[in-house]
C-alpha cells in the first residue's frame, strides 16, 4: 500500500509517501523559517496562506520523487490535529479532496501520534511496549505506549514546553528563531561555570517544568549585565547556553529513569523536536538502565513522513475516515484516540 501523507499542523508543509513495503519513496518539506523570523514566533493567519501556496507544489514534488503517479497511491493521510486550526484546514481540505478525487480512503492522524512512531521509520524499530519521550515546542510529554492507540500520560510539563523554554531562551540571549538548534550550538562552545536548578526533580511525580528555568536565565542576565546596563560578553552566553542545556536534558533524564523503575518498561523512545539535539541523545545513550530509539534528525521536526507512517498502522487495521467530515481538532489530548 502506497500512502500520501499530509502535515500542516503549525509552520512546516510536508508531504511524503509511504510504501508498507519499500519504506519512504518520497519526503518533501517546506519550512515557513523566513516567515516568521522576524516576528518573534509563528504568525497563525501567515502560516496558514504558506500552506496554501505551497500544498500542491509540494504533492507534485513528490509524486515525482517517488516516480510514481497520483494514480498508484492507495490512501492519503493527514495531520488531524492538535495545531492551528487554518494550518489544519489547509492540509485536512486537501487530503479529503485528493482521496475523494481518487475514490481512495483518507485518515486523519494525530500530530503526537505521528511523532511518537517516527521511530519506526529507521530500520531498527523499537517493539511495544515502550515508554515515549516527546519533547517538541508545543509538548514536553511522558507517555507509556502500550500498543498503538493505547497511550497513558504519566507526565508532562506544568508550563512550558522543552522546546518552548529554549526558543524563549534563545530569545533572552538574543539569538534568533527557532530557537533551539541556536541555543545549543552557543551550549555547545560553553563551559561548566553556571549551576542552574532541576525543577521537580525530588518530586516522586513524572512531571516537568521549563518556566523556572528560563527566568533563571533571565535573572542570571539580569545580574551579569546589571539590569541591562552592561553587555554579555560571547563567552557568558555560551556559558548561560551551556547550563540551561544542561539542566534542561538532565531534567528529562531524572524523570525518564524514574518513568523506567516505575512502570518496568525498558525500551524508550525519544521524539520530537527537541530530540534532535545532540547533547540531549549523546548523554540519553550513555544513561544505563534503559534502551533508547530515536527518529532520524530529519524526522524529529515536523514532517510528514511520521505522519504516512502513523497511517500505515492505522490502515493496516482496517481505519479511515467518512469522506465529507473535514474535522480538524486544534485541540486533542492524545489520550482521547484509540
Ligand atoms: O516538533 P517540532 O518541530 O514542532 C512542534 O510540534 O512543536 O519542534 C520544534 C521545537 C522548537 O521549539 C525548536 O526550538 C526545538 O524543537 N528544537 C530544538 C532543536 N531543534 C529543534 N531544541 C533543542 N535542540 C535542538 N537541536
Ligand atoms: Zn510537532
Redesign the pocket.
Known sequence: MRILGIES??D?TGVAIFDTQKGLLANQTNHQTNTHRDLGGVVPELASREHVLHIMPLVTAALKEANISKNDINAIAYTQGP?LIGSLIVGCTTAKTLAYTLNIPAIGIH?LEG?LLAPMLEPEKPEFPLLGLL?????SQLIQVNQLGDYHILGESLDD????A??KT?RLLGLGY????L??DLASKGRPRFNFPRPLAKQDNLNFSFSGLKTHVMTTINRLTENGNKELDLATKQDIAFAF?EAVIDSLLIKCKKAVSKTGIKTLVI????S???K?RSVFSQAEGFRVFYPDLKF???NAAMIACAAAYRLLRGERDHYIDILPKARWPLHEII
Not at 519533547?135 to 509538548?139: F, N, R, W
Not at 514546553?161 to 518552548?164: I, N, T, V, W
Open positions: 499542523s503549525c512546516d495545531g500530530h511523532h519533547v517538541s515546542g508545543g509538548h514546553a522543552a522546546g518552548e529554549f526558543d534563545a527557532p530557537g533551539g538548534p541555543v545549543a542545556e521524539t520530537g523536536g527537541v534532535a539535539n545532540k540531549l524529529c521536526t515536523d
